[in-house]
C-alpha cells in the first residue's frame, strides 16, 4: 500500500505539524481505495478491524499503527511460505529390478533399515537403504496352488513380531518370518476366507505392542479385522491350529469367527456392496476402520468401534464416481481420497455429508495418495502420468512434476511410497521402480548424510560428538566445526538411537536398533560388546551409567527390559524392584547418590532407589483424565557436581512406530526430559521441600514441573503449538535457563530460575519469561545439549535435517558442523594464537563478512581492539570456518 500512495494521500494521514493523525474506519476505507486503486472497500474494512484490535482510542488507526500491521502480516506469510516450500529433487533414478510382473507393494523395514518390495508373482526383494542396492531375493512359497498361477494380492510389514504378512487370490494370507536367519519361512496360514482378500493393513497399539489389529479387504466388500491380544507371544492358539505337510500351521477362518482362539477375535462388517474394497486403514487414533470403493453411493465406508462391543457402527461417504485410494493424516484428522473424478478430496471423518476441501489440478483419475506425516502436505498421482505435491493449509499446488516417469499402459499398477526419515519418493509402475530423491540446500554441505539422532559434549578433548541414523558417529573440533574423526557403519545398517560418555569422558557407549550396546575409545577401535537383545533385534531408547554398571533401556518382543550389566564380565542381573511401568521404558535420569527416575511410553513416571532398586513412588497429573498418557523418550538430570547427558529419540522412535503425529502424539506428552537442579537442591536443603525438583515436557508442547519428595505436578505451560507433535529440551548446569525445541525446528529459552519455587496449592500455569526464540534448522529438532565451553554456556542442537548446530543462548547461531567455505583451506596455515584468544573469537562473535567488512555482533573488549593487522586476520581466517545460516 505504502509503494502505491502517491503524496497527497500520505500527507492526509498526518495533521497541519507532521505528525500522524486518526483515521476513522469510513475515512480509512475511502482512503485506501483511492490509494491503492485496487481492492474492495470490504477487503479494506477487513483490514482496517484488524488493525485496531486493541488500540487506543477504539475504532481508529494511524500510520504507525498500519504500518506495524503491514509487517506482522507479511512475517506470518513469510514464515509460512517457508515452511511450504517445494523440496528440490535429484533427477529420478530407475532402479534395477528383477521383478517380471507388478509390484504390489514397497515396503521399508525400520529394524533392518531396508526396502523390501513383492510382486504379483511372490518375488521378494530386499534393498539396502543406503544405495538402494538389492541385497537378496527370494520367491515365496504357497504349496496351495503352483508357482505359475500363484497370485499375491497385497503384504503388510508385522513390526512388532518381524513378520509380513501376505494375501493371495487363493483365499489365504501367510505370514512368513522376516529375520536373516529364517529365510521367509511360512509361520501360518490362514485359510478358507470367504472372498478373496484384496488389501491389508496393519497397526500396533504404541502403548502396548501385543495388541495389534490386522485388516483385510476382500472383493466381496467386506472389511474384516483380526484383533491380536498377545502378538509378541503368538499370534494364534497352538492348540486350535493343524501342522500341514511343511513346517506352517494351518489356521481356519471359521475357528477364528467362532472364537476359538482365545489370543485372536475377528470383527467383520460389509462396508461397500457389490464392489470391491480398493484399500483399507485402521485408523487407531479414532478406533475406526477405514476402507473405499469404486461405487460412487458408497465409495469410503467408516466402521466406528463402540467402547467395550465388538460390534462396529458405519457410516458412508458418496462421491461423483468412487475412490482409487485414501490415506489418514494423523496430526490434521483429515482423510486424503484418490477420486475417479480427476479430484483429491479432503474429508473430516465424522461428516458424511461433503468433503472439507476439494483439491483441483489432476487432468486424469486420481490413483494414489500420500500424506506427509510431519508436515500438512500430502502426494497425489494420476492417470495422465502427473505427481502433485499439495499444501492442505493453503489449499494449494506447490509441486507438479510430469514428463520424468516411464511411459506405460493405461491400466498400470502404481505404488507410491514417501520414506519421511530420508526424504525419499519411491513409485512403481508395474515391473518398473523410480526414486526420487530430495537435494540439500544448494551451497550447504550437511554435517551428516542422514538424520542426526544425538549429540554430546566432550569437555576433555573439547570436541562434541554427534550421530544419525545412517549408523555413523562423527567427532568435531568445538572451535572449528571441522570434523576430527568418522566412525562409519558402527552397527552395521541400523540407526545409533542414543549415546553417552562415561565419567572420565574417554569412553563412548552407542547402542543401536540390532540391540547391541558398544564400547568405543576416540580413535574408533571398538572395545566392548553388550548383547542386549539376547541375539535378537531390540529397541534401546537409553544408556545410562550407573557407577560400576550400565542401564539399558529397551524394549524387545512381548517385554519391555531393563539391562544391568557389569563392566568386568558384562552378564546380565536381575532388577530386583520387578515391573512397575505399564508400557515400554523410554528414559531413565539419575542423581546421584541413588535417585533414579524411569519413564515409560504409557505415561508412568517412577522414581527408584537404585541402591535397593525398589520404587518409592509414582508420578501422576492431578485431575487426569483419560486422554492424558505420558511417553517419555528423553531424559536429563543434573547433579550439583556433573551432569549427564541422556538422549533424544525423537526422530528413531517416531520412524519406527509410523506415528510422528498420531492422536497419541497430539493428546499426550511424548517426549519428557527431567531435570534436577543445584538451585532446586539448595532450596530442598534449607526446608522448602514443596517447590519444583523436577521438569519434564512432551507431545502436546507441554513443560511440567514437578516435586519428587511429594509426588505432585507444582507447575505447567504451554511451550510450544500442540499441533506440531513432540519437543525436546535441556536445562543448563546452573538450573536458570531453560531450552525446549519443536518439529518446525524452532528452539526457545526460557527463564526458570524462579519458576515453582515457592510452595502452591494449585498448579502454576503462569508463563515464565521467554528469553528468546529461534530457528537453527528447517526440520524437527532430535536433541538438545548445552555446554559450558571457557566461560559461554553454548547450545548443540541436532536435527533430521542432518544438520548439528551450535548457538548461544541468546538465539544467535553460530554456525553448523562440517559447512567449511573456502577460507578454511589456509586454517592451519596462518592460524597461530593461544588457547584464550581462541575461544574468545570462537564463541564470543558471530562474524558477518561483506566485501569490505568483518564486523561482530558484540563489541570487541579494550585488549582484541589494541590488536595489529594480526588479529584482524585471525578474525578473517576463524570467520571462514563457520557457515552461517543467515
Known amino acids: 500500500m505504502e509503494t502505491r500512495m502517491e503524496v497527497a494521500p500520505s500527507l ?96 521399508y523395514i525400520q529394524n533392518s533399515a531396508q526396502y523390501l518390495s513383492v510382486s504379483k508373482g511372490g518375488l521378494v526383494v530386499l534393498r539396502d537403504r543406503g544405495d538402494m542396492s538389492i541385497v537378496r531375493t527370494h520367491r515365496l512359497q504357497n504349496k496351495t496352488v503352483s508357482p505359475k498361477v500363484l497370485w499375491v494380492t497385497d503384504v503388510v510389514y508385522l513390526q512388532n513380531t518381524q513378520k509380513i504378512a501376505v494375501s493371495f487370490t487363493c483365499r489365504e494370507v501367510c505370514f512368513y518370518d522376516i529375520l536373516p536367519k529364517q529365510d521367509f519361512n511360512c509361520k501360518y496360514k490362514l485359510k478358507g476366507l470367504r472372498f478373496v482378500p484384496w488389501c491389508l493393513d496393519y497397526w500396533v497399539d504404541p502403548t502396548n505392542p501385543d495388541q495389534a489389529i490386522l485388516t483385510i479387504g476382500d472383493i466381496g466388500g467386506q472389511v474384516s479385522a483380526l484383533n491380536f491380544t498377545s502378538a509378541q507371544i503368538s499370534l494364534f492358539e497352538r492348540h486350535y491350529v493343524r501342522t500341514a505337510s511343511g513346517s506352517e500351521d494351518i489356521v481356519l477362518w471359521d475357528e477364528l469367527v467362532k472364537g476359538k482362539h482365545y489370543c485372536c477375535y475377528v470383527t467383520t462388517h ?70 475417479v473424478d480427476h479430484q483429491v478430496l479432503l474429508w473430516n471423518p465424522c461428516v458424511t455429508s461433503k468433503p472439507v476441501f476439494a483439491l483441483f489440478g489432476h487432468s486424469g483419475p486420481v490413483i494414489t495418495v500420500t500424506f506427509i506425516q510431519t508436515k500438512p502436505q500430502v502426494f497425489s498421482y494420476s492417470k495422465d502420468k502427473v505427481l502433485s505435491l499439495w499444501d492442505v493449509s493453503s489449499l494449494q499446488c506447490v509441486q507438479r512434476m510430469t514428463g520424468i516417469f516411464p511411459k506405460t499402459r493405461e491400466d498400470t499398477h502404481v505404488n507410491l511410497l514417501f520414506q519421511e526419515e530420508h526424504q525419499r519418493l519411491l513409485l512403481t509402475f508395474d515391473s518398473q521402480l523410480l526414486l526420487l530423491e530430495t537435494v540439500k540446500g544448494e551451497g550447504r554441505t550437511s554435517s551428516h548424510k542422514y538424520p542426526v539422532t544425538c549429540v554430546l559434549y566432550n569437555s576433555l578433548l573439547k570436541q562434541v560428538v ?50 547391541q550396546v558398544k564400547v568405543w575409545d576416540f580413535n574408533g577401535h571398538c572395545l566392548l560388546r553388550m548383547n542386549a537383545g539376547m541375539g535378537g533385534a531390540a529397541s534401546i531408547s537409553q544408556v545410562l551409567l550407573l557407577r560400576s554398571r550400565v542401564l539399558v533401556m529397551g524394549w524387545k518382543r512381548y517385554e519391555f527390559n531393563v539391562f544391568f550389566y557389569c563392566k568386568s564380565d558384562v552378564e546380565l542381573t536381575e532388577w530386583k524392584g520387578g515391573v512397575q511401568h505399564g508400557g515400554n521404558v523410554l528414559c531413565a535420569a539419575f542423581q546421584p547418590p541413588q535417585t533414579l527416575v524411569t519413564g515409560s511410553f504409557n505415561g508412568d513416571i517412577v522414581v527408584w532407589n537404585s541402591s535397593t532398586e525398589k520404587a518409592l513412588r509414582k508420578l501422576q497429573q492431578q485431575g487426569e483424565n483419560h486422554n492424558y498418557k505420558v511417553s517419555l523418550m528423553h531424559a536429563k538430570i543434573f547433579s550439583p557436581l556433573q551432569s549427564l547427558g541422556l538422549n533424544s529419540l525423537s526422530s528413531i522412535l517416531t520412524e519406527r512406530w509410523s506415528l510422528p503425529h498420531s492422536a497419541a502424539f497430539n493428546q499426550s506428552p511424548v517426549i519428557f526430559s527431567l531435570t534436577l537442579s543445584p538451585k532446586l537442591l539448595l532450596n530442598s536443603h534449607m526446608g522448602n521441600h514443596f517447590g519444583a525438583d523436577l521438569v519434564s515436557c512432551g507431545g502436546l508442547g507441554l513443560v511440567h514441573f514437578w516435586n519428587i519428595h511429594h509426588g505432585q505436578l507444582v507447575g505447567q505451560f504451554s511451550a510450544h503449538n500442540k499441533d506440531l507433535g513432540s519437543i525436546v529440551m535441556a536445562v543448563s ?129 579494550p585488549v582484541v581492539q589494541a590488536s595489529s593487522n594480526k588479529a584482524q586476520s585471525l578474525f578473517l581466517q576463524h570467520a571462514g570456518v563457520w557457515y552461517h545460516p543467515r
Open 12 to 107: 492526509s494521514m498526518q495533521d497541519s505539524s507532521g505528525a500522524s493523525r486518526c483515521l476513522s474506519r469510513t475515512k480509512f476505507i475511502d482512503l485506501a481505495c483511492a490509494a491503492v486503486g485496487r481492492g474492495s472497500r470490504v477487503e479494506f474494512g477487513l483490514m482496517f478491524d484488524g488493525t485496531v484490535v486493541a488500540q487506543n482510542p477504539p475504532g481508529s488507526v494511524n500510520w504507525r499503527e498500519l504500518c506495524s500491521f503491514l509487517l506482522l502480516e507479511l512475517s506470518d506469510k513469510t514464515k509460512k511460505h517457508r515452511f511450504i516450500s517445494a523440496p528440490r529433487w535429484k533427477p529420478p533414478r530407475t532402479l534395477t529390478c528383477p521383478h517380471r510382473d507388478a509390484v504390489q507393494r514397497v515396503l
Open 270 to 339: 460389509q462396508a461397500h456392496t457389490p464392489d470391491w474394497v480398493r484399500k483399507v486403514r485402521y485408523l487407531g487414533s479414532v478406533q475406526a476402520f477405514l476402507s473405499c470403493s469404486l461405487t460412487p453411493q458408497c465409495s469410503m465406508a467408516i466402521g466406528w468401534r463402540e467402547n467395550g462391543s465388538r460390534t462396529l457402527r458405519v457410516t458412508s461417504f458418496a462421491t461423483k464416481s468412487g475412490v482409487w485410494d485414501v490415506d489418514y493424516h494423523f496430526g490434521l484428522g483429515l482423510i486424503a481420497s484418490a477420486g
Open 466 to 515: 554427534s550421530s544419525d541414523s545412517g549408523s555413523t558417529v562423527i567427532s568435531w573440533v568445538s572451535d572449528t566445526g571441522q570434523m576430527v574423526k568418522r566412525f562409519d557403519h558402527c552397527h552395521g545398517n541400523t540407526a545409533i538411537s542414543t549415546m553417552d560418555l562415561d565419567a572420565t569422558q574417554t569412553r563412548l557407549f552407542t547402542a543401536g536398533a540390532d540391540g
Open 733 to 861: 548446569p546452573c538450573g536458570k535457563y531453560l531450552v525446549t525445541a519443536d518439529n518446525e525446528g524452532t528452539i526457545k529459552t526460557w527463564d526458570i530460575e524462579f519458576y515453582c519455587l515457592k510452595p502452591d496449592q494449585e498448579c502454576n500455569e503462569d508463563l515464565p519469561k521467554l528469553l528468546h526464540s529461534f530457528c537453527p534448522h528447517f526440520d524437527h529438532v532430535t536433541h538438545l545439549e548445552i555446554c559450558k565451553h571457557g566461560d559461554k554456556l553454548l547450545l548443540l542442537s541436532s536435527s533430521s535435517d542432518c544438520n548439528v548446530a551450535l548457538s548461544y543462548l541468546s538465539g544467535e547461531t553460530v554456525g553448523l558442523f562440517g559447512q567449511v567455505n573456502k577460507h578454511s583451506a589456509h586454517l592451519n596455515q596462518t592460524l597461530n594464537y593461544d588457547t584464550s584468544l581462541s575461544q574468545f573469537i570462537s564463541f564470543g562473535y558471530i562474524i558477518v563478512l561483506s566485501t569490505a567488512l568483518v564486523a561482530a555482533l558484540d563489541p570487541p573488549s
